[in-house]
């Protein structure tokens, strides 16, 4: 006991003797520790966002979006001066009678108009939806309620505000009951979602969906209002699509059925789209898996870096030692 005394009285002895040496020293143990955590801690962080987003598309669920054909398909439908391309109301219906493993689905079409209420005005996209789409997009209400089934039965023109949208059109005033002028028409506002995080890029047409600059009305009232055919006028070029629905969200009864149920989906339409693909088939699922396998690779290479930081200053310790010994 007292040689361990002893030996510790000769170490603290050392190291005061020598204290730039010492500082220096426990400075590369204390940034190799340091850089270790961080870079682990960031992983960590960087890949619990990535899967939070995922997971927000739904784990049980499986999205099929519109697609535009590419460039020299679409010049040979440039006759008619109209392209007419992605998801039918028909391939909604098909799936959904057809695919058992199917517990709900909501299909969607959108369209960019400008919103005006009194002075205030801006763009906004319009989404045409169901009921079932508040839910399996995870969206909440902060005001008034969701469309509803009645909504779309009676082609009603009443609509679901985003956040964003109420604070930039009714700063000083409680938009429920309000009429806004969404293209030509006039809708009253029956709800207000809350702010949400943008979801993961999904492929497709949809690089990361922006929830908080949304529009919902019911879709039968969309597609009998304005039809299917979208005309836009861009630098000085006037372009027209022809689209029926440019989303198909679809809920699975269990993650096992997930993976077979996108195949199923994948082969249903290719029967009914034989000459171009102009959808694309996502699952949340798939991406969840490919971000913990970037996680996994992500850790091992800043782990490994990290790694080389403390065998760096573990050298640089073994030299100072070195030098004490031979003194």
Known sequence: MSRIIRIVRLALKSLMLHKLRSGLTMLGIVFGVFS???MLAIGEGASAQAQKQVL?????????????PPHEVTQSSTRSRVLQYGLLRSDYKILTETLPTVTSAAPSREVD???RYLKEAMNARVVGCTADYLEMNHLQLSQGRFLTNSDQKNLLNVTVIANDVANRLFKYEDPLGKSIRIGPMFYTVVGITKDRTASAAIGGSLSGQDYNKDV????????AREGDLDIKNQA???TAEHIELNQITLRVNNKDSVLPTAQA?????DQSHPRTKDYAVVVPLELLKQAEQIRMIFNVVLGSIAAISLVVGGIGIMNIMLATVTE
């Open 265 to 269: 989906i994948r082969e249903t339409l």
């Open 113 to 115: 108009r400008e919103i």
């Open 216 to 223: 919902y009305i019911p879709i039968k009232t969309l597609q």
């Open 236 to 238: 000085g070029s006037m």
């Open 56 to 68: 927000e598309l739904g784990a049980t669920n499986v999205i099929v979006r519109s697609v535009k």
């Open 36 to 38: 270790v955590i961080a």
